[in-house]
């Protein structure tokens, strides 16, 4: 278990070869603020369309749709480029710390936290604060402990590499890393591990549920009729103020689950942005004058996880079988045009690891996945099911590529049954892991798509859940020491080679079935200025103003 200690440690000075990794990475010292254009409207209230309400609305406890809404509250020790706005991820920008520094053996980070800055609720920003928030997923013996963040798949595989961390003054935090893991700045600009004020968690527990989440971003909690909106108003305290804004008066979540239903409302300006398109209505809408379209390079896979736990699954004949009887590629042209890029690997472009000329494994092949299926013992037919949740977040339209799939397994004799679910229900489910019912499921990711370490996470046999996100339940010795063995190289060409031959054998494996790159189109009313679409499962509307 990490723990606080304290040392008379010297302040580290940032290494050449740990320098040149986060480089690679794509990390900058850089300000964290975005210019202030020269003249803005401020007041009025902008209103984003969403298709599910947040469950809970505290950062270590949510998903993606929390978080979407967290982040505008919640900053993070560092934080994503905000100049990178509708381009490739160029790396992580100072936040809450001012700067940081690393030790020649990469295991040390000294983090010079932004002096004068205090929570919503009065409370100072400082070393301490940072502990506390640690303390919330990796110290059982702290008051501000929560078990069900610490058993939070997110929130521990993040900081699953701290060995310890420590106050050493008001404004200084350091972090002892376990092991060598250049990764770990990605890791901390995670909006799950945004920072919140101890006064609350002392005051509230760790399930503030919004009305009492204090953080020192831009806005804060205003008010929320369940199912139907959260209502965000600017945050008095907010240090960066001057610089960034907020400049409207008040920032409104409406829940319109029906896609038409929000594209409408958008069209007619009963909202201003809407995050969560449907690719079809793309070139309508970049067709009409009054919205304005982004299409997001963010790392992204959307992908068909088979679960180990099924019978027919573990056949690796009937795996490949599945790969040559799905014809992804015709499949995502088809339901996304631009919007959407077929993928023959696990590793997204945008992710060092990619490979824009990899071939398929295994190629569509009706009679190759016939052929396969009869040497596993089912040539007289297999039934399976296919489950998918009917919208939200990053799953795409995963009832039309159930479909799809539907038709492509009958053609090859798999009858398969598909089971939907909404969202809410769907990911308490998948969360534990595929139930042994489940055969195959729709998964996509996002947040751990930026470093190839992501094959770790989804496929290293001890990253089961709750442990990490191996929601297929895979196991393959052979896999797991190639996985281990990338994980200690130092050189980030060697690294990611290393990588690469992992998801080599996985993919001949046929553990997973990577089936597209989600482009993510965003879309807003052109007369809303300010939008940060940073390539990254979230945005920031911090600046945003209205002409």
Known sequence: MPTPH???SRRFGPS????????ALGAIAGAHAQGSPAEVNRGGTVVVGISTDPPVLDTLHGNLQVTRVTAQICENLVAEDPASAGSTFSGMVPGLAARWDVSDDGLVYTFHLRQGVVFSDGTPFDADAAVANFDRVLNPDSPYFSPEASGHAQAGRLLASVATYEAVDSHTFVVTLSRFFPDFLLDLRHRVLGIVSPSAIAEHGNAMNGQHLACTGPF???SRDVGTSITLVPNPTYW????????VDRLIFQVIPDASTRIAALQRGEIDIDVELPPERVPGLIADPSITVAMSSAPHVWYWGLNYLSQPMQDV??????????????MTTTLYGEAATPMNSVLPPGNPGYRPDFERPHPYDPAAARELLQQAGYGDGLALTIH???SGGSYMDSVAMAQWAQGNLAEVGITATIETYELGAWVPIIIQGAPEHVDMFGAAWQSIAYSPLMLESLFLSTNHRPNGFNDTWYVDPELDELLLQARTVVDMDERIAAYREAEDHLLAAAAVVPVAHDRQPRAHRANIHGVAFIPSPWFDLTSVWID
Do not use: S
């Not at 050449?16 to 480089?23: C, D, E, I, M, Y």
């Not at 960066?240 to 400049?247: D, I, N, S, V």
């Open 6 to 8: 304290r040392t008379n």
């Open 16 to 23: 050449r070869l740990v320098g040149a990794l986060l480089l």
């Open 220 to 222: 804060m909690f205003g």
């Open 317 to 330: 004949r009937v795996r490949q079988a599945i790969w040559h009887a799905l014809d992804t590629t015709t």
């Open 388 to 390: 998918v949740p009917l």
């Open 240 to 247: 960066a103020a001057e610089e960034r804004g907020p400049y």
